[in-house]
């Protein structure tokens, strides 16, 4: 016992010894970059310290969500499949090296070459190439009408273009500049300590004006539980995706406070398949059964502690396209059983349902719920639960049938393009087939006209109400963990952006 | 008392062994991790079409028969090449071996303070048995046994990083960044060292030899720590070795509750990541490193007690 005390009285001695310089802002993650290399990773962990490290051509504004200049000061279409944008002049990156047209060639064609291997490559596959016009000028030409393109130059989780410089990469390589990144964002790389911390400086001569943080540093702690431990010790002060339950011990605590998002979660939803799995679900009529027999309302408000809403068609509902006028199915066990009658299930069936484990809030209990609620119904449903991995192998390969939850959005996209990645049958994620759908979605991403583009997406919500491809979707709240010394406000994608934090 | 060429003989004949060991882990991870499913998936953006996932799925090999994939792997690994890890795009056996002396001087320490802890009471335990000092320290030692590691680092870390901020949640330098993970890790050990401690000292203390060292009048401490402790040794040892093993494999928990920057981590990652290269070099560095120690146990053994022959 002496020694274990004396073990601790030496500890805190040190513990002691080691404060009294000023703490850099500390950000706690849940895992770490595996490459800073913007153009490689559609990785959380990776674009949040890379998200201070580079920029973009455009940016949203916080308030209105309207895309705005940020590298580039204006952009126009010049003809169906040529965008042009006019940079902002005399920003360089970090190393000195100019952000010019020729930067802003390289960079989009640099994640356009096939053999990069970038993995957010066929989010702008519909470009062909870059023209220089000039060395402030770009022209991006696309092989088909392609509206997407400037939500595509701005920031987003992946498949967005950051902007990279081209001599420091050929210098360097590939290899070096995913260990030691160099941008032209608010924040200047200057050590990683793989599996310790990733350690950022303020960028003085950053073009919107230095930021107010000196210093950033990205910590992993893969256990939620200790990065939360961390903020109420004080030692960290920004953690995300904090679960409902972990709240009220953070607010009593004096030192953190949490801050809840509702702009831009996660598009969280339960898909079912028409035509993978033979069996009642091809039937439409079932399918709005199942619809009429969840009471979403009431998973949000228990389950997950009121920490989101419910969507119905699984858009944002800040998403371009987005038809608020549109009420999905009901709350209505009644007409559930009706239906299910109708169709010739009056004594019920059976079905699975696949959960993953901890991917989206709560999601286990929320597929806990909806079966419960199945069962009332006379649908026994089982909820089958995935380890995380698996469960990612099992969606590709359309495994999970005939029902499975998954999510899309999140990413700052804010488009109904985000109905393509759900439901169009090509999709990767996507179990159902409507071809009516297909087709409209697949018109939609060739029009360039917004308004056009706009009816198109009513449309093909009107079809997806129809068809009711998927359970009642909703969208989850972020809730972020943030030390009482800093200042700072979660961002429209809910990644982090800590160009604006402060410290009190 | 040792017959160097014997010995010699023992170590080669020991080797053979485990390579066929080393082999049939190696297939184990292999097969296991290739029956849940190819990590290609992992690998592809969400966006990315099927052509996409069948190019990442041919570039990184996942396309072939799994044997080829396997003689693949044991034709670079006898070279010394485990390949490059997936998610890392390094090499993976540096990327193991430079995180390896953090467990190691994790499990380490654990195991000092296991020891440290353990010996005194299983002697004294041993030697008033049935005693209230007994009862307790046996108690004490159970409730250690019992203790799951990842409550445990929780507890200690609200306890003595959040509520008496004694010590950084994680990180920090020296003895601050090891003494709640080395404790958490350690008290398994300690309590099984205990217990065992005590009853090999039991079996030893009642014996004809411990009178007669008695009656050449060494005092009482002398007769427990010279003679009785040296002849009960031989299951002590054998345990505090497991121990090391148990505590190098078992910092996985441990390093993921504490944020500790070791191999555990890198292990977890790799199994999160279906990264198989990388979890192949964690797998095969930790089980090379326990079968050294176990024949290192074995040389102990020939110190201790002569009459260990080397079958």
């Given at each position: 016992m002496r020694i274990v005390l004396g073990a601790l009285a030496l500890v805190v001695l040190l513990a002691g010894v080691a404060q009294g310089q000023p703490k850099p802002v500390i950000v706690v993650q849940s895992g770490e970059a595996a490459t800073l290399d913007w153009h490689m990773h559609c990785d959380k962990n990776a674009h949040e310290p890379d998200r201070q490290i580079f920029d973009t051509l455009l940016r949203r504004d916080l308030k209105?969500?309207?895309?705005?200049?940020?590298?580039?000061?204006?952009?126009?279409?010049?003809?169906?499949?040529?965008?042009?944008?006019?940079?902002?002049?005399?920003?360089?990156?970090?190393?000195?090296?100019?952000?010019?047209?020729?930067?802003?060639?390289?960079?989009?064609?640099?994640?356009?070459?096939?053999?990069?291997?970038?993995?957010?490559?066929?989010?702008?596959?519909?470009?062909?190439?870059?023209?220089?016009?000039?060395?402030?000028?770009?022209?991006?030409?696309?092989?088909?009408?392609?509206?997407?393109?400037?939500?595509?130059?701005?920031?987003?989780?992946?498949?967005?273009?950051?902007?990279?410089?081209?001599?420091?990469?050929?210098?360097?390589?590939?290899?070096?500049?995913?260990?030691?990144?160099?941008?032209?964002?608010?924040?200047?790389?200057?050590?990683?300590?793989?599996?310790?911390?990733?350690?950022?400086?303020?960028?003085?001569?950053?073009h919107r004006g230095a930021p107010a943080i000196e210093r950033l540093v990205f910590r992993p702690v893969p256990e939620l539980t200790t990065r939360v431990a961390a903020l109420l010790s004080g030692q960290a002060d920004l953690v995300s995706d904090v679960p409902p339950d972990q709240m009220a011990k953070i607010k009593a605590s004096g030192v953190a406070r949490t801050e809840v998002s509702t702009l831009g979660g996660f598009v969280i939803m339960v898909k079912i398949t028409n035509y993978l799995m033979p069996g009642p679900w091809q039937d439409a009529r079932v399918?709005?059964?199942?619809?009429?027999?969840?009471?979403?309302?009431?998973?949000?408000?228990?389950?997950?502690?009121?920490?989101?809403?419910?969507?119905?068609?699984?858009?944002e509902r800040e998403a371009f396209g987005f038809n608020p006028a549109m009420k999905w199915w009901g709350y209505d066990p009644e007409r559930a059983r009706a239906l299910l009658r109708e169709a010739g299930y009056a004594n019920g069936f059976e079905m699975t349902l696949h959960a993953p484990n901890r991917r989206y809030m709560n999601d286990i209990e929320v597929m806990q719920a909806m079966a419960a609620m199945l069962g009332k119904v006379g649908i026994k449903a089982n909820v089958q639960v995935w380890e995380q991995s698996v469960y990612t192998t099992k969606w590709r390969k359309r495994e999970l049938l005939p029902a499975y939850m998954t999510a899309w959005g999140g990413a700052g996209v804010f488009d109904g393009d985000l109905l393509v990645n759900s439901l169009h049958s090509k999709s990767a994620l996507a179990i159902h087939k409507n071809e009516a759908l297909d087709k409209i979605l697949e018109e939609a991403q060739g029009t360039n006209d917004p308004e056009k583009r706009r009816a198109l997406y009513?449309?093909?919500?009107?079809?997806?109400?129809?068809?009711?491809?998927?359970?009642?979707?909703?969208?989850?709240?972020?809730?972020?963990?943030?030390?009482?010394?800093?200042?700072?406000?979660?961002?429209?994608?809910?990644?982090?952006?800590?160009?604006?934090?402060?410290?009190? | 008392m040792l017959y160097v060429p014997l010995v010699i003989a023992y170590l080669f004949r020991r080797l053979a062994w485990a390579v066929v060991l080393l082999f049939g882990i190696t297939l184990a991870v292999f097969l296991v991790v290739h029956l849940s499913g190819d990590p290609t998936a992992l690998y592809v953006g969400p966006e990315g079409t099927r052509e996409d996932y069948e190019m990442v799925r041919a570039a990184l090999g996942f396309d072939r028969p799994l044997p080829e994939q396997y003689g693949r792997f044991l034709l670079r690994a006898v070279q010394g090449d485990?390949?490059?890890?997936?998610?890392?795009?390094?090499?993976?056996?540096?990327?193991?071996?430079?995180?390896?002396p953090a467990t190691l001087k994790l499990a380490l320490v654990a195991m000092a303070l296991a020891v440290a802890l353990a010996l005194p009471l299983g002697i004294l335990s041993a030697l008033r048995r049935n005693s209230v000092l007994d009862t307790f320290a046996m108690a004490f030692a159970l409730s250690g046994q019992c203790m799951p590691t990842f409550w445990l680092g929780i507890l200690l870390i609200l306890v003595f990083a959040v509520q008496l901020r004694w010590v950084p949640v994680y990180g920090g330098e020296g003895l601050a960044a090891l003494a709640l993970p080395a404790l958490t890790?350690?008290?398994?050990?300690?309590?099984?060292?205990?217990?065992?401690?005590?009853?090999?000292?039991?079996?030893?203390?009642?014996?004809?030899?411990?009178?007669?060292?008695?009656?050449?009048?060494?005092?009482?401490?002398?007769?427990?720590?010279?003679?009785?402790?040296?002849?009960?040794?031989?299951?002590?040892?054998?345990?505090?070795?497991?121990?090391?093993?148990?505590?190098?494999?078992?910092?996985?928990?441990?390093?993921?509750?504490?944020?500790?920057?070791?191999?555990?981590?890198?292990?977890?990652?790799?199994?999160?990541?279906?990264?198989?290269?990388?979890?192949?070099?964690?797998?095969?560095?930790?089980?090379?490193?326990?079968?050294?120690?176990n024949v290192a146990i074995d040389l102990l053994y020939m110190a201790l007690d002569p009459r260990v022959r080397l079958a």
């Open positions: 209105t969500l309207k895309l705005e200049g940020n590298l580039a000061e204006s952009w126009r279409l010049l003809n169906e499949t040529t965008w042009q944008f006019k940079l902002r002049r005399g920003i360089k990156f970090h190393n000195g090296e100019p952000l010019d047209a020729a930067a802003v060639k390289y960079s989009i064609e640099r994640m356009l070459n096939p053999k990069q291997g970038a993995p957010g490559r066929t989010s702008i596959a519909t470009i062909d190439h870059v023209d220089v016009v000039d060395a402030s000028t770009v022209n991006v030409v696309t092989s088909k009408p392609f509206p997407l393109l400037p939500v595509r130059m701005s920031p987003g989780h992946c498949g967005t273009v950051g902007i990279v410089p081209p001599k420091y990469i050929e210098q360097v390589g590939d290899a070096g500049f995913a260990v030691k990144p160099v941008g032209s964002g608010p924040y200047k790389f200057v050590e990683w300590v793989k599996d310790e911390r990733l350690v950022l400086e303020a960028n003085r001569d950053y399918r709005r059964a199942i619809n009429y027999a969840i009471d979403m309302d009431t998973i949000i408000k228990t389950v997950l502690e009121g920490h989101g809403h419910v969507l119905g068609v699984p858009l009513f449309k093909a919500q009107e079809i997806v109400f129809e068809d009711a491809p998927i359970i009642k979707a909703y969208q989850q709240a972020h809730i972020f963990g943030i030390s009482n010394r800093l200042d700072w406000k979660p961002w429209i994608d809910n990644m982090l952006f800590l160009y604006d934090a402060r410290l009190k | 485990f390949g490059r890890s997936l998610r890392h795009q390094q090499p993976t056996l540096p990327l193991v071996l430079t995180r390896f890790l350690g008290v398994w050990a300690m309590a099984r060292t205990a217990r065992i401690t005590r009853s090999s000292m039991l079996e030893v203390l009642h014996q004809d030899f411990l009178r007669t060292a008695r009656a050449k009048g060494i005092s009482e401490w002398g007769v427990v720590l010279r003679h009785a402790l040296r002849n009960g040794a031989i299951p002590i040892v054998t345990a505090i070795g497991l121990e090391l093993g148990n505590l190098l494999g078992g910092a996985v928990i441990t390093e993921a509750v504490f944020a500790y920057p070791g191999v555990g981590r890198l292990a977890v990652e790799a199994v999160v990541n279906k990264d198989v290269p990388l979890l192949q070099a964690v797998v095969f560095t930790v089980a090379a490193s326990l079968i050294l120690l």
